[in-house]
């Protein structure tokens, strides 16, 4: 069983990437998707053509009658995958926005059935020179032909860079036009067939119920006495306005329950008219507020932040604070569902940027149900029921572009580290380790060294071929603690052409593309942070600190003995979080959890598609590695990818 299930999973999760030219590359679908897809393709192409002649011209029309026949059938099953309550995610046990690609590929899928339906009807009137008399004088023909048109066009508008380019446009269109198709395929079909409409119909109306009905009785008041609203609907947010274009989002007395790792639709109509966003929850209900993250792109992203803005730089009295950044939203939801991780022995956590609203709730849930451990009650919401957890290892790493994205969740992962330290010291065996990639901040690395200096860290210095510079933490510091750092004199060139070279990250800052490929190597040459736009790592030396330098020949380096001309700015980060300068090499972190393993891993990506590809292609290589499909007694791996994704 063991070997079948690490079998399957390593179809699933194989991918590769087509590259055109150097900046241009393109994700595959998966290969589980791939046979799912075709396994779909080789049954409607068998039901189409079974014991009938696609080379016998006497039979086109047969083949014809046929196509269109099995065209309607898929009709419902399109719309089955497009609701947001279906049975088919109910059944396989995930959530509407996991079966996105499915209805996208069945609709593919129709269109070519239809294509070949219409493709066998004109070769056979082509013979006799009467494709143009039917599509001018047949209506029945031109609804037709007016429901391929509609339904290429929704294939082609469908395409992922047309969703990317406007989403709120892409819905607008997308009701508009399969409403049209709904109505032309219905006036071309005879009356005995009409029912392969009504179905679809159906189909809708009950999903659009289900969704009233349960938008009702999350948004009234009326069904939430403890939110004590005197309005008709129950939730109020507080939206705050946070560095690098987001919007704190904040339910305080969240009408529902969630679980970690879900997701709301959620709208507001004094700010955003008649949108609705899907949103991470990035709380966990044991802190009893609802919060998100919202990152500013163009629509209603852009509308909310621009309301926080201003409502910021209003002049108002404290206690009127409050009141006027509230505003009345509505909650759809929440969705999502996944195999829940409290049952895996080691659990490996990555995210990047905004992927940490997704990955730190799963991190924090996981946490609260160790300290359950022994209560009477345990967690009401959690997704396993009882309280506990037989995880005994969690990784967690975090891909930043700068301080200000940290802070979202610094002090949440504080917490955690200082939960697991006192559950350690109660005689619990369980292991936290977190580290934060830094990638365009390097200032922020720069400032943790003092901290962890005088945490008991060690730096290198005095290396052969390096400039190693010393800052005094200052007169007045009873410890005096001398603060170092090396920098390769061969990849940091100091001259001024180099300084002239603009920089690459938000802010002016410089991106860090270097991969670390083992975090105990931090402080030898593979570990220095090489800049993606030339700036030196020595830059940010000269820029925050007056120096004094003297060069020793025999040693072959410069040592530059340096005063700060302000303190480091400092930050409630625990010592005990890893904080790193550039980008994760993902393969040796998930090898790492997986070689302490002592029972099943699940590995959880949340991130941009390259993250998610390249964290994909690592499990498959190490459960290939580990031979756990060839039984060789090695943990089986679980993989769980969140893109993000229109």
């Not at 990317?164 to 395929?185: C, D, K, M, P």
């Not at 690098?244 to 305080?252: K, S, V």
């Not at 993250?293 to 509308?303: A, I």
């Not at 001259?495 to 802010?507: H, I, T």
Request: charged share 20%; glycine share 6%; proline share 4%.
């Amino acid at each position: 069983m063991a070997t079948m299930a690490a079998t399957c999973r390593e179809l699933t999760y194989a991918s590769c990437s087509i590259s055109i030219g150097s900046k241009i590359s393109y994700a595959t679908p998966t290969l589980g998707q791939i046979l799912l897809v075709s396994a779909e393709l080789v049954a409607v192409i068998v039901l189409c053509f079974y014991a009938l002649h696609p080379s016998d011209e006497w039979q086109w029309e047969d083949v014809g009658y046929r196509t269109g026949f099995i065209a309607c059938a898929q009709l419902p099953l399109v719309f089955l995958l497009a609701g947001k309550n279906n049975v088919i995610a109910l059944l396989v046990g995930t959530s509407y926005e996991r079966l996105n690609w499915l209805h996208r590929w069945t609709a593919r899928v129709l269109l070519l059935t239809v294509t070949i339906h219409m493709g066998f009807w004109f070769t056979d009137w082509y013979r006799f020179d009467y494709i143009k008399v039917k599509l001018t004088t047949d209506p029945i023909t031109q609804r037709g032909f007016a429901a391929w048109v509609i339904m290429l066009w929704i294939v082609i508008s469908s395409m992922a860079p047309v969703r990317r380019w406007n989403y709120e446009l892409f819905v607008v269109q997308h009701i508009v036009t399969f409403s049209g198709l709904i109505a032309a395929v219905y006036l071309h079909l005879p009356a005995e067939n009409k029912v392969w409409i009504w179905i679809p119909i159906g189909l809708l109306v009950l999903d659009r119920l289900l969704r009233w009905l349960r938008l009702l009785y999350i948004n009234i008041a009326i069904f939430h006495p403890k939110s004590k609203s005197k309005k008709l609907l129950a939730s109020r947010a507080i939206f705050e306005v946070l560095d690098c274009e987001t919007t704190r989002i904040t339910i305080t007395t969240p009408p529902t329950s969630w679980c970690p790792g879900q997701h709301v639709l959620l709208s507001c109509h004094t700010v955003a008219p008649f949108q609705s966003h899907p949103f991470t929850i990035a709380s966990i209900p044991s802190d009893g507020k609802m919060e998100f993250f919202v990152k500013s792109k163009m629509g209603g992203t852009k509308r909310f932040l621009e309301y926080a803005e201003k409502q910021q730089n209003l002049p108002l009295l404290e206690q009127e604070y409050e009141c006027s950044q509230s505003k009345t939203v509505l909650l759809e939801g929440p969705y999502g569902r996944m195999r829940p991780l409290r049952q895996f022995d080691s659990v490996f956590l990555i995210a990047g940027s905004s992927g940490g609203t997704f990955t730190v709730p799963l991190l924090r849930d996981i946490v609260h149900s160790w300290k359950a451990v022994g209560s009477e009650f345990g967690s009401r919401w959690s997704w396993s029921g009882p309280s506990g957890a037989a995880t005994r290892y969690l990784r967690c790493v975090w891909i930043v572009k700068s301080r200000a994205q940290y802070r979202w969740f610094g002090e949440k992962l504080g917490d955690v580290i200082q939960d697991v330290e006192q559950l350690r010291r109660e005689g619990h065996n369980y292991e936290v380790d977190i580290s934060v990639y830094v990638t365009c901040d390097e200032s922020f690395v720069a400032g943790r060294k003092p901290s962890l200096q005088s945490e008991g860290y060690a730096t290198l210095q005095g290396q052969p071929g390096k400039i190693s510079w010393i800052a005094s933490s200052g007169p007045n510091d009873e410890k005096a603690e001398l603060n170092t750092m090396s920098i390769d004199l061969r990849s940091s060139a100091i001259d001024s052409q180099q300084e002239s070279k603009s920089s690459c990250g938000p802010n002016g800052a410089c991106c860090c593309q270097t991969t670390i490929e083992d975090e105990d190597a931090i402080g030898s040459k593979d570990a220095q942070c090489q800049c993606c736009c030339g700036e030196p790592e020595a830059k940010a030396v000269r820029e925050n600190f007056k120096t004094l330098t003297e060069f020793d020949s025999s040693e072959n380096e410069i040592r530059m003995t340096a005063t700060p001309r302000t303190r480091p700015i400092k930050d409630n980060t625990h010592p005990a979080i890893a904080i790193l300068s550039g980008r994760p090499q993902t393969q040796s972190l998930i090898r790492k959890t997986l070689e302490q393993a002592l029972g099943e891993s699940a590995v959880i990506v949340c991130g941009p598609s390259g993250l998610v590809r390249n964290v994909r292609q690592s499990v498959v290589s190490l459960s290939d590695e580990r031979a756990v499909h060839k039984g060789t007694g090695a943990q089986g791996i679980y993989l769980h990818a969140e893109a993000f994704e229109y």
